[in-house]
């Protein structure tokens, strides 16, 4: 199939380089984020972040994440978590598919990221009160995942995927 390399080289490592990633290359990873289409154009993602050399700041976003996932982190060059507003801004009824659109955006930030040779591991082990009370997350928001960015050096670890006929249903779910 016509699936781009971008896409198809695509995953998600436990291990990273200890190589640093720049802030440039985090605002450029935003941007593409922030392209994302949303409902209403509300773009109802919000990011926070630290890179690794930010000391205290990574560390409060490593204790948002669940004890499974601080000790393969504790190294990578920046961690996310990300964040939806539950409400429209528009007029505050709630936003039923903000997740939806996070993950859009998530999807930009993460094609980008390959084109820029940056892995990332996505995660929902994340301890959301922390991420409230360590991030100043405030009311009608919501912490949902993590992510964790760096530079992979191995070998690929491009998994078999699930076939189109075992996820896509013309007609009726078969």
């Not at 000790?71 to 936003?95: D, P, Q, R």
């Not at 980008?112 to 100043?136: E, F, R, T, V, Y």
Request: with cysteine; proline share 3%; hydrophobic share 40%.
């Amino acid at each position: 199939m016509a699936v781009l390399d971008l896409i198809k080289d695509r995953f998600s490592p436990y291990e990273f380089a200890d190589k640093s990633i720049t802030q440039e290359d985090l605002n450029t990873l935003f941007e593409a984020a922030g392209k994302a289409a949303s409902a209403f154009n509300e773009q109802p993602w919000r990011f926070v972040y630290a890179l690794r050399e930010d000391g205290d700041s990574f560390k409060n976003i490593h204790e948002c994440l669940v004890e499974g996932n601080q000790g393969w982190t504790a190294n990578v060059a920046a961690l996310v978590i990300t964040v939806i507003s539950k409400k429209y801004a528009k007029n505050g009824s709630e936003n039923t598919v903000a997740k939806h659109d996070l993950g859009l955006a998530v999807g930009n930030l993460s094609v980008q990221a390959q084109s820029m040779g940056i892995h990332l591991h996505q995660m929902a082990g994340i301890i959301p009160q922390n991420a409230i009370d360590k991030l100043n997350i405030p009311e009608g928001f919501e912490p949902v995942t993590a992510i964790a960015l760096g530079y992979y050096e191995g070998d690929s670890g491009v998994k078999e995927r699930k076939a189109v006929e075992d996820f896509a249903f013309k007609g009726i779910w078969k």
